[in-house]
Structures are given as structure tokens and as C-alpha cells.
């Protein structure tokens, strides 16, 4: 599937929250927010279209969106991209360059400490890795 941009993602967002949703819904969801016009989401609509990014059912004389790419899945080739593009494909990388930068909470230490036991719990004996 095709990249969806940052503007796309927010389309896709009014989505994941509650589908399906009008047009004019999405247009309601984003348009304060955003300042975009009805055109405007009116065309990214039509380019996640096709990207396969959602579909279209037709209810009445409107149509009804909905994702077909899931949240869990863009997650994770964003998270990917990111790694790959900044840190080589590391994680360790990335999560010194928060620590350095006194952007973790002592809550998200425990997680991190929490999840790398969790880590360790799953290797198999003399695995090395």
C-alpha cells in the first residue's frame, strides 16, 4: 500500500475513531480543527480511496467511509520507517535519544523496565541474544 501522508492520517483518524462515517461528518471532524476546506477533505478522501486506504458504500445519495488499512498496522510501518530512517533500525538508539534528552518519565522507565523483563522471561535457555 501507498504511504499515507500526515494530512491523510488525520482523515484516517475521524475514521478509526467511529466508521462509518459521511463525508460531511469528516468534514465536521476536521474542518475547525484544521482550517481545511471542504474541498480539501473532500480530496483526501478520494486519494486514501486510491490508496486503498478506505472504502466507499454507497447510502443513498452519499457515500459512507470506512478504513480498510488498520491503526495497528499504520503504527507500525511508521514506527519502522522511523527506526529505520533515524536509528539505523535500532531501538535501543531511539530510546537513548529520549533518554538524553530528559524526555522520560519515570513512568515510562518502569515500562521500559517492565517490557525488557518481560523480554527476557520469553528467551529460550542459551538463546545469546
Known sequence: MTPISDAEAMVMEVLWAGSPRSAEDVIGALADATGWAEPTIKTLLNRLLNKGAIDACRDGRRYLYSPVLQREAWVQQQ????????????????VAHFSERGRLSASD???????VAELDDGREPGDGR
Not at 514506527?79 to 531511539?94: C, D, H, T
Not at 522507565?109 to 517490557?115: D, F, P, S, T, V
Open 79 to 94: 514506527s519502522e520507517g522511523l527506526l529505520a530512517r533515524l536509528f539505523g533500525g535500532r531501538v535501543a538508539p531511539l
Open 109 to 115: 522507565i518502569a515500562e521500559l523496565k517492565r517490557l
